[in-house]
Nanobody, 122 residues
Framework: VQLQASGGGLVQPGGSLKLSCDIS????????MAWFRQTPGKEREFLLL??????VSTEIVKDRFTISKDNAKNSLFLQMKSLKPEDTAVYFC??????????????????WGQGTQVTVSS
């Protein structure tokens, strides 16, 4: 499985940004996909996950963030709204062959995208 994250950039506080993660390879064995973020010197922070094939829900909302998927296009998305400077980080998409929940460690994810930088600044 290969993951390619994109869509990061510079955005002003209060703005919105939508990240994409293109998925290729053995996609039919993916069970869980998630977004994480990381800032220098800190551990990777879990944001949201979605069951890739085993969930009729196509999107999940948590606070200002929405994770969504398009199985037909082999894509995962993260819509971010009302962005704050503290949202500045490198954002990663991740995939697992296991059904995971929000409490799962990032070590449970076998596949990772390369990360895309999001900077929230005026």
């Amino acid at each position: 499985v290969q993951l390619q994250a994109s869509g990061g950039g510079l955005v002003q506080p209060g703005g919105s940004l939508k990240l994409s993660c293109d998925i290729s390879g053995d996609i039919y064995n993916i069970r869980t996909m998630a977004w994480f973020r990381q800032t220098p010197g800190k551990e990777r922070e879990f944001l949201l996950l979605i069951k890739y094939w085993h969930d009729v829900s196509t999107e999940i909302v948590k606070d200002r963030f929405t994770i969504s998927k398009d199985n037909a296009k082999n894509s995962l998305f993260l819509q971010m709204k009302s962005l704050k400077p503290e949202d500045t980080a490198v954002y990663f998409c991740a995939a697992s062959m296991f059904l995971l929940d929000d409490n799962a460690s990032d070590k449970m994810y076998e596949y990772w995208g390369q990360g895309t930088q999001v900077t929230v600044s005026s």
